[in-house]
């Protein structure tokens, strides 16, 4: 159980367009998904908290215009980078949580090369 | 602000040998969680275990368990038997329990090399 789908699993795209990053639960509501970006051998960086429903939480150094996020259903939340550049290359993950006890789950992340 | 503290950057284990990784924190909170996540070179984050710190006795799974000491705030992790397949980034993640929006701070992390 709690399995944590996430879309596509690497894109690779010119500058200046727009990518979109699904993250679905599988067999689990998730109340609460969470947005991280992962720098090669670093930690997971936190970018938002998306409760389904509401406007997503930024972390502090996030550009909200710039990473769209939705979370319109109990079961999807999906990431948009928009007019990406080749700076916002990197590995993005997504996770959810269910009830207010229940670790987070993690998606299998999605890596976005921009050219 | 709460901190997670992970001092040793990468760590080594013979197969079949017991490791143990290093994880403290700081915090003003009582209740609280205390995940211990894998990470292997597929990237996927896999829970390995988690404590609950109410609870006094330590949590365990498998070949895997922790030593957490509340009133040092630390929470380390022992992997017995290693296995090849152990070989990971292993990331400490501490989440209050109050606060309400169950977010996680994470460790930088400690790779751990099976050596064969």
């Known amino acids: 159980g709690a399995v944590v789908s996430q879309h596509p699993s690497w894109v690779i795209c010119k500058s200046g367009t727009s990518v979109k990053i699904e993250c679905r639960s599988l067999?689990?509501?998730?109340?609460?998904m969470f947005w991280y970006r992962q720098f090669p051998k670093q930690s997971l960086m936190l970018m938002a908290t998306s409760n389904e429903g509401s406007k997503a939480t930024y972390e502090q150094g996030v550009e909200k215009d710039k990473f769209l996020i939705n979370h319109a259903s109990l079961t999807l939340s999906t990431l948009t980078v928009t007019s990406a550049h080749p700076e916002d290359s990197s590995f993005y993950i997504c996770s959810a949580r269910g009830g207010h006890h229940q670790p987070q789950h993690f998606g299998d992340g999605t890596r976005l090369s921009i050219l | 602000a709460q901190t997670v503290t992970q001092s040793q950057p990468e760590m080594s284990v013979q197969e079949a040998e017991t490791v143990t990784l290093s994880c403290t924190y700081d915090?003003?909170?009582?209740?609280?969680?205390l995940f211990w996540y894998k990470q292997p070179p597929s990237r996927q984050m896999i829970l390995v275990i988690r404590q609950e710190a109410y609870k006094q006795q330590n949590a365990t799974e498998n070949r895997f368990s922790v030593n957490f000491q509340k009133a040092a705030k630390s929470f380390s992790l022992k992997i017995s038997d290693s296995q090849l397949g152990d070989a990971a980034m292993y990331f400490c993640?501490?989440?209050?329990?109050?606060?309400?929006?169950?977010?996680?701070?994470f460790g930088t992390g400690t790779r751990l090399k099976v050596l064969a």
């Open positions: 067999d689990f509501q998730a109340t609460t």
């Open positions: 915090t003003s909170e009582s209740d609280y969680y």
């Open positions: 993640a501490y989440r209050s329990s109050t606060s309400g929006t169950y977010k996680y701070i």
